[in-house]
């Protein structure tokens, strides 16, 4: 969805340091468990007067993150970037697709996928996470608005 393109782009600043991998620590129980401490030593080292980003797509389509999140922190900051949910959905088909191809597995049409009995399967997991207003619901539950700041992704992309 852009999510990288956009922290090498803000890994540029020198006022923001950024995370070397995404964590999951938020959305993967396994690795919310080792706790805040374990979460933060992962975190590159910075100075007090720079922002130190984290970025793991999966937080944003995890029903848990949201809360966790907030008990972290309540004033948190978040980024957010979208892209068009159709392109968004072909941009991950696409992706898996020749990942497949590459690796010698057999592979699905996209309609196929896609359509299940002639109408939509919600149930495909790129469809699922582009379903942005089921998801943001969730994190309007813990944030207001004015803390999340949304990047269209079709203009970072242009």
């Given at each position: ?11 540029i ?10 964590v999951?620590?938020f959305?993967?129980d396994?690795?919310?468990v080792k ?9 590159p080292f ?15 389509t995890s ?6 999140i907030h ?10 970037i979208?892209r068009?949910?159709?392109e968004?959905?072909?941009s991950?088909y696409?992706?898996?697709y020749y990942?497949?191809?590459e690796?010698h597995?057999p592979?699905?049409?996209?309609e196929?996928?896609v ?7 919600t149930?495909?997991?790129a469809?699922?996470?582009s379903?942005y207003?089921?998801h943001m ?15 269209d992704?079709n203009?970072?992309i242009?």
């Amino acid at each position: 969805g852009g999510t990288r393109a956009l922290l090498e782009m803000l890994d540029i600043h020198p006022n923001i340091v950024v995370a070397a991998t995404e964590v999951h620590f938020f959305d993967w129980d396994e690795n919310y468990v080792k706790g805040i401490d374990w979460y933060r030593n992962l975190m590159p080292f910075s100075y007090g007067n720079q922002i130190t980003i984290e970025k793991t797509p999966g937080y944003f389509t995890s029903p848990q993150a949201p809360g966790r999140i907030h008990d972290m922190n309540s004033s948190i900051k978040l980024l957010l970037i979208l892209r068009d949910p159709t392109e968004r959905v072909i941009s991950d088909y696409t992706q898996v697709y020749y990942n497949r191809v590459e690796s010698h597995k057999p592979v699905q049409l996209f309609e196929d996928i896609v359509i299940k009995n002639g109408v939509l399967n919600t149930k495909y997991k790129a469809i699922q996470r582009s379903l942005y207003d089921v998801h943001m619901e969730k994190w309007l539950k813990h944030f207001s608005l004015d803390q999340i700041h949304i990047v269209d992704g079709n203009t970072l992309i242009k």
